[in-house]
T-cell receptor, first 114, second 112 residues
Framework: KAGVTQTPRYLIKTRGQQVTLSCSPISGHRSVSWYQQTPGQGLQFLFEYFSETQRNKGNFPGRFSGRQFSNSRSEMNVSTLELGDSALYLC?????????????FGPGTRLLVL | DAKTTQPNSMESNEEEPVHLPCNHSTISGTDYIHWYRQLPSQGPEYVIHGLTSNVNNRMASLAIAEDRKSSTLILHRATLRDAAVYYCILRSKETSGSRLTFGEGTQLTVNP
């Protein structure tokens, strides 16, 4: 099976713009989670989607949003970008999102906000 | 999820065993101990997990203290490819969803 894929891998935006990142989970996986990784804050959970519904949400402002499609592919959107949004954005998938399931991570999208 | 404590960094020599400790003194009876690692420029990858008994797989072994307040990830023969940040994470079986709460982890350096 192909692994989790994320596009694009690298992105440069300017403050005030918006950005959409894409994640394709492993075939058959229905749960997709998103994480932000920065040197200062480490890996932080953004949100999880399961069967096109947001099931869990981390402590991030409303500028961060996401959605999941019927084929389980997911997108996350960040509006009105700030310099502090520069980070590695990772998505992870699992079959059903049960707490003991292994999470499979993609390689991430590195976003730089200028 | 309960909190874990790990050393910030550890160093090892290639082909020697490595013991990565994790303290979780507030662990509850329903918490599983998971380990993930993140190689440079990659997303995290699953290593191993367990509840009470020691566990082995092709990547590593997990030794869990009898009182479950600590555990140790054992890499039997470290290779250069094992240089990574290792995260010890507690996951309650009563928690719904797939959220992982990462700490700072242990940066493992493997010397040739």
């Amino acid at each position: 099976k192909a692994g989790v894929t994320q596009t694009p891998r690298y992105l440069i935006k300017t403050r005030g713009q918006q950005v959409t990142l894409s994640c394709s989970p492993i075939s058959g996986h229905r749960s997709v989670s998103w994480y932000q990784q920065t040197p200062g804050q480490g890996l932080q959970f953004l949100f999880e989607y399961f069967s096109e519904t947001q099931r869990n949400k981390g402590n991030f402002p409303g500028r961060f949003s996401g959605r999941q499609f019927s084929n389980s592919r997911s997108e996350m959107n960040v509006s009105t970008l700030e310099l502090g949004d520069s980070a590695l954005y990772l998505c992870a998938s699992s079959p059903d999102g049960f707490s003991q399931e292994t999470q499979y991570f993609g390689p991430g999208t590195r976003l730089l906000v200028l | 999820d309960a909190k874990t404590t790990q050393p910030n960094s550890m160093e090892s020599n290639e082909e020697e065993p490595v013991h990565l400790p994790c303290n979780h003194s507030t662990i509850s009876g329903t918490d599983y101990i998971h380990w993930y690692r993140q190689l440079p420029s990659q997303g995290p990858e699953y290593v191993i997990h367990g509840l009470t008994s020691n566990v082995n797989n092709r990547m590593a072994s997990l030794a869990i203290a009898e009182d479950r307040k600590s555990s140790t990830l054992i890499l039997h023969r470290a290779t250069l490819r094992d240089a990574a940040v290792y995260y010890c994470i507690l996951r309650s079986k009563e928690t719904s969803g797939s959220r992982l709460t990462f700490g700072e982890g242990t940066q493992l350096t493997v010397n040739p």
